[in-house]
């Protein structure tokens, strides 16, 4: 029986990538005068890179203009990255980072029926902080009392160490858990910790090869093209409306390894 849930946050709960991180990364070039920007194509080869400031590294040794020396490109990334996760929480207050449909419906049926939420991401905590503020409100944490980011980590995804923090804060083994999560490294990072994990593909990660969850599907908005098929409801008719935490627990309770590739 699954205890808790244990959710991710970029691509999971929103498509904060393309929308969010990326345009905020080129406001923070933009302030420090720099010519550099990040399309929507590039940005997607970068994420291969977890954590925003080591893909600010990672994109500058592509670069004849950035900084020569180690040191002085660390010190670019660090005043970028700070930069670009004030305009990430500028851009959530606007309300241009929404939820994906089909999430909140969850976290509530979740909390209604007394499962534990967690929190377990690499981002950084400011912006787990103005996305969940901005969408669960002011006492959030209520919802989510065990919340891991990128600053309580060693290591990130697809390290395990976010997820294994976790489960000592929750006290719970992995099999009395279930991650969701959108991504290769996520899916990764989770199936390294022993935690089965739910895929809901976002658009960054739409086509990547997964291996080893318990199921893997489009969103949580339709219960349509998922792998495995969700069971149908004992009663009542048929339903293709949203994921419901029935079908987690089915799809938990099976334990069957699905693998996709786009
Ligand atoms: C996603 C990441 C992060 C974000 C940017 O982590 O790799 O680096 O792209 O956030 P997850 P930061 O899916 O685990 O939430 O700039 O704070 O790293
Ligand atoms: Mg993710």
């Not at 849930?5 to 990538?17: H, K, M, P, Q, Y």
Request: negative net charge.
């Amino acid at each position: 029986m699954i205890e808790a849930l244990l959710w991710d946050v970029d691509g999971t709960l929103a498509e904060t990538e393309r929308d969010g991180h990326r345009v905020a990364f080129n406001r923070a070039f933009a302030a420090q005068g720099l010519p550099w920007r990040w399309d929507a194509l590039r940005y997607g080869e970068l994420l291969r890179v977890t954590g925003g400031r080591e893909r600010l590294v990672a994109d500058m040794a592509t670069r004849r203009d950035a900084p020569v020396l180690p040191a002085e490109r660390e010190a670019l990334a660090l005043a970028l990255h700070r930069l670009k996760n004030r305009f990430y929480a500028e851009l959530v207050d606007e309300g241009g980072i929404p939820l994906r449909p089909g999430v909140l419906a969850l976290v509530d049926e979740a909390a209604a029926r007394g499962l534990l939420q967690a929190i377990v991401t690499t981002t950084s905590r400011s912006n787990v902080e103005a996305l969940l503020g901005r969408h669960f409100g002011a006492h959030w944490q209520q919802r989510f009392p065990v919340v891991v980011c990128g600053e309580d980590v060693a290591a990130k995804k697809p390290d395990p160490e976010a997820y294994r923090r976790a489960l000592a804060a929750l006290g719970l083994g992995p099999l009395a858990t279930l991650a969701i999560e959108d991504s290769f490294p996520g899916a990764t990072a989770a199936r390294a910790a022993d935690v089965p994990v739910v895929v809901t593909r976002s658009v960054y990660f739409a086509h990547d090869g997964i291996e080893g969850a318990v199921a893997i599907g489009p969103g949580l908005h339709t219960r349509r093209g998922w792998l495995p098929e969700p069971v149908p409801p004992a009663t009542g008719p048929a339903t293709d409306g949203p994921v419901r935490l029935d079908d987690l627990v089915d799809w938990h309770a099976r334990m069957e390894f699905v693998s996709h590739y786009g």
